[in-house]
């Protein structure tokens, strides 16, 4: 299996290059295209003043300074796919940029997502990686923003018996057959060990008949969260952790919190997140 087409989001800011850089490398891997996308939108205005001419000169103002930022957008676009000739395309528009991504995913098998800004979203101009696994139905990859390269020979499968851990685990097919090794790992309270022994076991099963070279990891938690899982990863020399996203209601995630949002907030492992 493979991905014939990787999409990302592009952007002006020298923060979000990591971002493109890292989908330049895996659309080179698996020789498939690479779609970039830049999108950016005019924030409404919070009041009405009554000076109707002041407000059209700010939004003619801010219409020429999203302009220039889509222009940049594509030089960095051509210059850093340059090497990938055809299979590049790019578009932009004056549109909320996580719609449009999502949107444009009809055309991709893989998203890549991450980067800069980790601690403000902004949704007219940024795309945040949550909200593209949930609203694209497509696997997201979340590059760290200082993270080296991609290497993604050993890989660490976070299994927890859900929907969401079983789209993960066929989305990230492509990565696992070219993986030396696959740790598919659960953490769990240990009552619940006896079962997760056999679901994993199951899960290794399913990956040797692939031809992959999986083996199964259980550990006893009280409360898994997902600083277990990061460091499992660590223990393992994964620097790719697949995983389910939002297997529980997003507004369950949002008010307690929940291992994909401790997982999207670091920056050690790149993730991959399917919904």
Not at 151 to 165: C, G, H, N, Y
Not at 175 to 192: G, N, S
Request: aromatic share 6%; with cysteine; glycine share 6%.
């Amino acid at each position: 299996m493979t991905y014939a087409a990787v999409l990302t989001h592009v952007q002006a800011d020298p923060e979000a290059a990591p971002r493109l850089r890292c989908a330049v490398e895996i659309a080179t891997r698996f020789n498939a295209a690479l779609i970039g996308v830049a999108a950016e939108m005019i924030p409404p205005l919070a009041f009405d003043s009554g000076y109707y001419s002041a407000e059209s000169d700010w939004v003619t103002a801010m219409r020429d300074i999203i302009d220039a930022r889509l222009k940049t957008a594509r030089e960095s676009f051509g210059a850093a796919s340059a090497t990938l000739g055809d299979n590049a395309v790019f578009a932009c528009g004056m549109q909320l940029p996580a719609p449009a991504v999502a949107a444009a995913s009809r055309a991709a098998d893989l998203i890549v997502a991450g980067g800069a800004p980790r601690n403000m979203h902004d949704p007219y101009m940024h795309c945040a990686a949550a909200e593209l696994a949930i609203a694209s139905g497509r696997p997201v990859l979340v590059a760290p923003p200082t993270a080296p390269p991609l290497v993604a020979k050993q890989v660490l499968l976070a299994w927890k018996d859900t929907r969401e851990a079983r789209r993960a685990m066929s989305d990230a097919m492509p990565f696992f057959e070219q993986a030396e090794r696959v740790v598919v790992a659960a953490v769990c309270p240990d009552a619940a060990t006896e079962q997760s022994l056999h679901e994993v076991d199951d899960v290794v099963r399913a990956l040797n008949r692939r031809g992959v070279n999986a083996e199964a990891r259980v550990a006893q938690e009280k409360h898994p969260e997902g600083f277990h899982i990061l460091r499992q990863a660590s223990v393992e020399g994964a620097d790719l952790i697949v995983c389910g996203a939002y297997g529980h209601t997003r507004l369950g995630e949002w008010v307690f919190g929940g291992v994909t949002a401790d997982l999207l907030a670091q920056d050690s492992a790149y993730l991959l997140l399917s919904h």
